[in-house]
């Protein structure tokens, strides 16, 4: 192998702290959306990479539901003690009742859509220009269009047919007051580049990534977690299975996966066989419409 | 295993979103789900087979109107590469789109219709690929299928369009006989065009050389950001933080500081937190140097025997990308890397016809979609190289003052 060779992992590396840089120096107050989930957790990874030995440049913003898994909380927690960065925790229910909005009511009801009232109101609050987030152009197709640097009006909204080119390894990050940018470092990252790079650099994460015995429900062939925050009829069958989470979102609307892969190298190989999308197969959420994603960006989502 | 980025480009109907349809459904890149939804749609759309384009259009209004508005990226891998496509609209009144998909690619396929041969549109798509100097180009003769799979056929359009490969001085191009929507020749060779002797378009792409594509010779590095804890533990820790986009630096090398010009050597070099011997391009490092010099953000920094040009006037091929067209004297900022600063437009030379790479010479105002030579007056001296020879310091944008929105792609000349 030729010395001067960077193979795609670093690659992608190197692209994503490069734009990590940009958002330090283009920008007043950057915020970093932290889910708990894996793309979040590279995401902090690879930011702890752009900046040492200096300090941990942005704050952790956690925009809460309330309906997570207990794990990834515990994580969160230790995990921004470990960086000596700050957390920022807004959370779904507040917004709920400041604004009186009617809480969803269904069998899996989210505050998913929720969360976008919550996030521009704490964007509000710090008045921060940039928010740093782990979605990937290869989770759903209007991802797929979403710029790296993704410009959002006063209102948090996203205008998909008027977006800034972006050429080369150029990032416009102007901004009038009031606007944001949403950052995008992992855009071209694939689910499979993320478990091969938490393996190469032995990222850890929550444990519900790993099989592990769970009492579920069965609705509609996907598995969904026994929790407070969903209604179980008694048509429902409890069981308890060996599962595993290939996305870390709320216990109301993520399905967990039937799987034994235990370790690492067993997700991987999982993952290399499977037939169904990330989002397809655990998340309840984007099955409304066509046009489910899109239509919540353009409101201001993540 | 690499990266390969690379865009596709040809007229509305050549079959460019059902080529990337077919590549992600051959190589099993499409999952069980998102092909559910596609079918379902297809029979809502009350169209008889599975129409592989409605994978890439990913806007409703998209979906709506059947074309391609904005690029996609789109993801695969092979065992042999990490694949990125950029799915551009071929509409003249997209041109800035493709000039936005086409500025980080490797490679561009061309799609042609072998019943029409080479046309208009493919000139275009020609000569920005030329422009943006991509570097590998691959014609692929679409819709054999209808052209009864004849070797003539595509023989003449080869004969055809290496005639405009050699008028626009592309190299690197590769010719394949196709049909996207049977699948021929794209994942496995086609038995009903033997007489065609290369590999698969797959294959090409797999096997296509772009280790040239990033510049070792030339070095760069432009300063993203400065480095300093001011922690007890790191009290005098002061690191230069950036990507190197070209070239390779060694410690000890003599480097100069621009624009100021300054110079001083490497103290060392930080790759991931540990100190290395040598860095090179695309990493990203952080660099200390020997002297106590006044380094901040847009400094350039380059080995002392190999500057780059330093001036106030650029002449430079824009490609206008916003409604309210450039004149004489419009102000912007000119971001290239890190580097902003503001500058006003001192002349327009020519206004370029990309049908025919014909020069206007009588223009006074550049409209979207238009690619001109003109000459911008910076207000401070700015480090630049000529995008011919090192494209990853000659390629700039410009900066709305008002609206703050990016409205031209530059090509430093």
Known sequence: ?302 | MDILRFITAGSVDDGKSTLIGRLLYDSKSIMIDQLTAIQQQTKHKALGEIDLALLTDGLRAEREQGITIDVAYKYFSTPKRKFIIADAPGHVQYTRNMVTGASNANLIIILVDARNGVVEQTKRHSIIASILKIQHVIVAINKMDMAGYAEDTYNNIVIDYAAVAESLGLNNVTYIPISALNGDNIVEKSALLNWYEGPSLLSLLENISIHQDVNLNITRFPVQHVIRPQSPEWHDYRGYAGKLISGIFKTGDAVTVLPEGLTTSIAFIEHNGKNVEEAFAPQSIVLHLKDDVDVSRGILIAPTHQLPTVAKEITTLVCWMDTKPLQKGNRYWFQLNSTMVKCMVSEIHYALDVNTLGKNMHVTSIALNEIAQIVLKTASPLAFDSYNQLRANGGAILIDEATNVTVGACMIQ
């Open chain 1, 1 to 302: 192998m030729d010395k001067y060779y960077l193979d795609y992992l670093d690659q992608l590396e190197s692209e994503a702290i490069h734009i990590f840089r940009e958002v330090a120096s283009q920008f007043e107050k950057p915020a970093l959306l932290f889910s708990g989930g894996k793309d979040s957790i590279t995401l902090v990874h690879l930011a702890l990479k752009a900046f040492r030995p200096g300090n941990f440049p942005f704050p952790l913003l956690h925009i809460d539901t309330g309906h997570n898994f207990p794990e990834a909380l515990q994580f969160r927690d230790a995990l921004a003690d470990e960086i000596g960065g700050t957390l920022i925790v807004r959370k779904v229910e507040d917004t709920i009742r400041a604004k009186n909005l009617p809480e969803p009511k269904s069998k899996f009801a989210s505050r998913n859509a929720l969360q976008t009232f919550t996030l521009l109101d704490a964007i509000e609050e710090f008045k921060f220009d940039a928010c740093i987030g782990g979605a990937r152009r290869d989770e759903e197709k209007a991802r797929a269009k979403e710029r790296i640097f993704s410009v959002r009006d006063e209102f948090g909204q996203w205008d998909p047919k008027l977006q800034r080119p972006e050429l080369w390894n150029t990032y416009n990050g102007k901004i009038h007051k009031g606007e944001n940018v949403r950052v995008f470092p992992i855009s071209n990252w694939t689910e499979l580049d993320i478990w091969n790079y938490i393996k190469r650099h032995r990222i850890t994460l929550p444990s519900i990534y790993f099989a592990h015995q769970r009492e579920v429900i069965e609705y509609e062939g996907q598995l969904v977690a026994v929790s407070p925050f969903i209604q179980i009829a008694e048509t429902d069958v409890v069981t308890t299975r060996q599962v595993r989470y290939r996305t870390v979102g709320d216990m109301s609307c993520t399905a967990a996966i039937e799987s034994n892969a235990k370790h690492i190298d067993d997700i991987i190989a999982e993952i290399i066989a499977t037939k169904t999308s990330e989002r397809g197969e655990t998340r309840i959420d984007d099955k409304v419409s066509e046009a489910a994603m899109e239509d919540r960006k353009k409101n201001g989502y993540f």
